[in-house]
């Protein structure tokens, strides 16, 4: 896929304005062929398997195609699969589709995205449930990196259930565990029932550390409607950049996670030269450790605010709406990663901004 930068990106739409650009990362606004994606990640007993259950068996109204890792610790109950070695994809009695993976991610989408266009299949949406503690990031990265499942399905979001009695102690132990709170757009939390409150507001100050961006919600999967976990539209470049208040609150009692977040504000107009060759160079320098990165960019010369957001090695932008007259324009980037050297960041990001008008930056 070919390198697309901010300025090309603005180029490409000022000069035609419907943006019809091939942008790296696709906008949820593109319309897609074959369907909606949600990696589904969670560690083992936090309640993936009876959310999925659900989604198989329940008169939901969805068509929903679930991709299940064979090779997880507790699959699908026994007796909505057929119990064999082979690859099996079956259509259940509610309209929604359950497969089994013994290959890699890219082909079996296309098996799917192939039986749908043929009529074998119909589905509307993929979930796909991983392993308990797999890494997101490679199964993010196939729906940029791959051409072709790029073109025929668009991530909409990293859902990541969390058991409220066990999370501290897996955080605390577990590097992909920190990591799928990094990668997350929405974090459903489990079982807080069983553990007080404080407990859970503990957990929710410190994974707010890590990931200011996500939304949290505590669930009941006996209970809680499926739709909690669609059309969160994560990956949208023009969805609202809203960070949690709580994230910018000083707090003195916290973890020392490798994975952490910072948020880089301006009210002074950005460069567009300069901003694009220190991304370029953060990527180039920091990309694998950088888990989730967005930003909305005030941009000198620009009537219209710049959108970016990445995925490690992996970025893309779009110029979005117009900035109204009486707005104040504002650059806003949140970046989510394993040990970043903040300071390189921050001090990159500050030097990016125009010469022209008054500097106000603040760092959190």
Not at 190 to 209: C, H, I, W, Y
Not at 223 to 247: A, H, M, Q
Not at 333 to 341: E, H
Request: aromatic share 6%; with cysteine.
């Amino acid at each position: 896929m070919s390198q697309i930068t901010l300025s090309n990106l603005a180029h490409s739409y000022f000069a035609n304005p419907k943006g019809d650009a091939d942008f790296a990362l696709k906008e949820m606004d593109h319309v897609w062929q074959d369907g909606g994606a949600y990696a589904l990640l969670g560690s083992s007993g936090c309640g993936k398997t009876t959310l999925l259950n659900r989604i198989l068996t329940e008169r939901h109204g969805e068509k929903i195609a679930v991709i299940e890792n064979e090779f997880g610790e507790a699959g699908i109950d026994n007796e909505i699969l057929v119990q064999n070695k082979e690859e099996q994809i079956i259509e259940m009695n509610n309209g929604c589709i359950c497969c089994t993976v013994r290959g890699d991610l890219v082909r079996i989408l296309g098996e799917l995205a192939e039986k749908k266009r043929s009529g074998k299949l119909k589905f509307d949406r993929v979930i796909i449930e991983t392993t308990g503690m797999a890494d997101p990031g490679p199964v993010a990265q196939t729906f940029f990196m791959d051409d072709d499942i790029h073109n025929q399905y668009v991530l909409d979001a990293i859902v990541t259930v969390v058991d409220a009695k066990h999370a501290q102690q897996q955080l605390d132990s577990n590097e992909q565990a920190r990591e799928q709170i990094g990668f997350a757009d929405r974090i459903l939390i489990s079982k807080s029932d069983l553990v007080a409150e404080e407990e859970t507001q503990k957990l929710l100050g410190r994974m707010k550390r890590m990931n200011p961006r996500a939304t949290y919600e505590r669930v009941n999967f006996g209970e809680t409607d499926i739709k909690k976990i669609l059309d969160v539209r994560g990956f949208n470049l023009n969805s609202v950049l809203d960070i949690d208040p709580d994230f910018l609150k000083e707090d003195h009692h916290h973890h020392d996670d490798d994975i952490q977040s910072f948020v880089f504000t301006s009210a002074r107009a950005m460069d567009m030269e300069k901003i694009e060759a220190f991304l370029s160079l953060l990527i180039q320098s920091y990309g694998n450790d950088m888990l989730r990165y967005k930003g909305v960019l005030s941009i000198e010369g620009e009537d219209k605010r710049m959108i970016f957001q990445g995925v490690h090695m992996t970025m893309g932008g779009s110029p979005g709406k117009a900035w109204l007259k009486d707005e104040v324009r504002e650059s806003k980037m949140v970046f989510i990663g394993r040990n970043l050297p903040k300071r390189i960041f921050v001090e990159g990001l500050a030097y990016c901004v125009a010469e022209s008008a008054k500097s106000v930056i603040e760092i959190k």
